[in-house]
């Protein structure tokens, strides 16, 4: 078996050796080529870590009332439509996604299919579908959840329905079919050969699209955010109907990343490229660009949303609603849901070493819903921990190489990255499809900078986190993402450890919250969420674990098996987590979690502070500046104040004297020492403090820095 990377974790890898040998008595042989990120480079240098060991049993989880509550909103429906479909002719549903109907049509009393008559049968045959419900949920399921569902049949179902489809106009009235769906800005384009359904937003027109948003139903068990890379098989495809040599899928958020436009995706041991935003519907396209809307992101903080097109323009810059950065938020790019991806016809399969492609990443899944302002239904753990649980809207989101986006043409779908030097996309071109006869594309519809997406409704567990002075959480500080990014980590991993849950159910993310202390850095938040789509009520799990979860999470940080200085694959490191290796630090994660749950003054780790200073002055003395004596662990006397313990005392030759000292990550302006804090305040003598986290991450900025404020480059 030959590896083009090193697999996620030891199950991956026990299952590709296997692979090889069931054919045959043969030991299997694995190669497999690391790259340069910190996974590979792990396990590349001890591979024993990854052939051998214990592999944890696989378990099937069933005792899920939230899911539970979805399969039999989706056996009521089912069985509902049973009793009505014969009434309708087949080929009034002529697509899968229409068999329920329009949303609009469902709130409206006079039609076959409706709110009101299924209010009505429902009612009517409760007590059978009762029985029938409790013959198949299952036994796992504890006798609470049991009695929950059973007794909420009819009323619960309806009320999550109404929900779903904003049923709020009386019996009489009429929703307006075209009030959700037009958006304003969106191109013309004519209409090509089988487009067969008008443009609209996703999960806005039809019942069962809006249903599965919405997770009424179990979304998992019918995926509708899957999307599939296309490439042709030219000498069989017609102009009327494409034929594909391969159509692999992933779902939409994983998909941004691997099948991200310029990414090369491997099938069949062949190399492709993506270079074109296609689906096999034509209309599918055009919908995804009428739906498109225009996205903001802060460049400090990185805070982002999106918003309908009619409510702001595109390129506009604002102040960031989250770190109050003035001109930071933006500027506003389109935000467009690709319905699938395709390697361009005319493009050759492979490449030459020498063209690598720009690699780009979707983001992790950011929260856009504002911090709730309902004090009594924040659930209050101590005086700096709350938590408050929700079911909203996140957001995933692929920038582009060098955050630069991409360049798109909204007419035959062929796109690139706008990092690239020279661009095919905004000259003529051909369309990326097969189309004997009209394979020119008309041109006149490139656009540049766009940049793809996609949302999901899911569980969320917000959680704020309070500090007070010298402790520091500004927005768009090296420390502050590394403490946040490290207590995400550490959360996650012993809720899943708690909860008996696959270290993939659960993910976490942070930004500063929505507030005025959020921008001065007294306020955070970190969002626990479900990755299932839909949610499976895991985080409000979460919230019920109280002290367990922070206790649990400390111990982690603190008891590392092998004593690592920041991180590594014994405490936090994982495959999901490669691409932030270098955010996670145990000792200041650990830090600031102390404080949340004990409070008083910060723990400053003197002996890592001295480490520090250690790196800091080896530095200094490497920049054989002649005009200056640097000494380490200076003892000097100054008046009003007495023997002050100096880390690092640089004297110029005129005889001015400069001190300077490492401080805490997490306490920015903060000397490490009572005597050196005096000083600091005081104009006897300059003192420069420089960031721990700085100094360990990137020495030379911190070295230049200093040169900076003593006036030398």
């Not at 051909?430 to 940049?451: E, Y």
């Not at 019920?544 to 098996?561: H, M, N």
């Not at 006897?684 to 900076?708: G, Y």
Request: hydrophobic residues 35%.
């Amino acid at each position: 078996v030959a590896l083009r990377n090193m697999p996620p974790a030891r199950a991956n890898y026990q299952q590709r050796a296997g692979r090889a040998g069931r054919r045959g008595t043969a030991v299997a042989t694995v190669i497999a080529f690391g790259s340069a990120d910190s996974h590979d480079e792990h396990y590349f240098s001890h591979p024993d870590q990854m052939i051998r060991g214990d592999v944890d049993d696989p378990i099937l989880n069933v005792d899920n009332e939230d899911i539970a509550r979805r399969h039999v909103t989706a056996f009521l429906l089912q069985r509902y439509h049973q009793d009505r479909l014969p009434t309708i002719a087949p080929e009034d549903q002529p697509h899968l996604f229409a068999v329920l109907g329009k949303v609009r049509e469902f709130k409206t009393k006079t039609t076959v299919l409706n709110y009101w008559d299924l209010n009505d049968w429902l009612c009517e045959n409760e007590t059978e579908l009762r029985q029938e419900v409790l013959n198949w949920l299952p036994s796992e399921l504890e006798q609470g959840a049991r009695d929950n569902i059973l007794t909420g049949l009819v009323d619960t179902t309806l009320e999550t329905v109404a929900d779903a489809i904003d049923l709020t106009v009386s019996n009489d009235e009429r929703p307006n079919p075209s009030s959700d769906n037009e958006v304003e800005g969106s191109i013309e384009v004519e209409s090509e050969e089988g487009e067969e359904r008008p443009a609209v937003d996703p999960g806005t027109d039809n019942l069962l699209d809006r249903l599965l948003y919405k997770a009424i139903l179990p979304r998992y068990a019918f995926p509708t955010d899957v999307v599939t890379f296309h490439v042709f098989d030219v000498p069989q495809s017609t102009r009327y109907r494409p034929v594909f040599q391969y159509a692999p899928s992933q779902g939409l958020p994983v998909a941004l990343s691997q099948y991200a436009p310029g990414k090369q995706v491997w099938v069949d041991n062949k190399l492709w490229t993506s270079g074109a935003i296609y689906s096999t519907m034509p209309s599918d396209r055009f919908q995804a660009w009428q739906g498109r809307r225009l996205y903001f992101e802060c460049g400090h903080c990185h805070y982002s949303m999106t918003e309908p097109l009619n409510t702001a323009e595109r390129g506009e810059v604002r102040q960031c609603p989250a770190c109050g950065t003035q001109n930071a938020f933006g500027p506003a790019r389109y935000w467009l849901r690709p319905p699938g991806f395709a390697h361009p016809f005319d493009k050759q399969e492979g490449t030459s070493p020498d063209d690598q492609p720009a690699r780009s990443y979707a983001t992790r899944a950011k929260l856009t819903a504002p911090t709730p302002s309902e004090e009594g239904r924040w659930h209050r753990f101590n005086d700096r921990v709350k938590t408050y649980y929700l079911r909203d809207h996140l957001l995933v989101t692929n920038r582009g190489p060098k955050d630069k986006g991409y360049n798109y043409c909204t007419k035959c779908g062929r796109i690139e990255p706008s990092a690239i030097s020279t661009s095919a996309v905004l000259a003529s071109h051909q369309k990326p499809f097969p189309m004997p006869r009209d394979q020119g594309c008309s041109g006149g519809g490139a656009t540049n900078g766009i940049v793809l997406g996609t949302d999901f409704i899911t569980d969320v567990l917000l959680m704020s986190v309070k500090v007070d002075a010298p402790i520091s959480l500004r927005p768009g500080l090296l420390s502050t993402d590394v403490a946040l990014r490290t207590l995400c980590e550490a959360l996650t991993s012993a809720a899943c450890s708690l909860l008996e849950l696959e270290a993939s159910e659960l993910q976490a993310e942070y930004r500063p919250a929505l507030t005025d202390p959020g921008r001065i850095g007294q306020e955070a938040e970190i969002y626990i969420y479900d990755t299932l789509p839909g949610g499976a009520g895991f985080s409000r799990h979460v919230n019920e674990l109280g002290d367990d979860l922070f206790r649990t999470a400390l111990r982690l940080l603190v008891e590392c098996p092998d004593n690592c200085d920041r991180s590594c694959y014994r405490c936090l490191r994982n495959y999901k987590n490669k691409f932030e290796h270098d955010l996670l630090d145990r000792q200041l994660g650990a830090t600031l979690l102390r404080f949340l749950l004990d409070g008083g003054e910060p723990i400053i780790d003197h002996e890592r502070i001295a480490l520090t200073t250690d790196l800091l002055f080896e530095d200094l003395l490497r920049q054989g500046k002649v005009n200056l004596r640097i000494e380490r662990a200076a003892s000097i006397d100054i008046s009003d104040i007495g023997r002050v313990d100096v880390p690092i005392l640089v004297t110029k030759n005129d005889g001015s004297q400069f001190a300077i000292a490492v401080h805490s990550g997490l306490t920015p302006g903060y000397a490490p020492t009572v005597k050196l804090r005096e000083l600091a305040n005081s104009t006897l003598m300059p003192v420069h403090l420089e960031d721990e986290t700085i100094v360990r991450r990137n020495l030379p900025t911190a070295t230049k820095r200093i040169l900076d404020t003593l006036g030398l480059d």
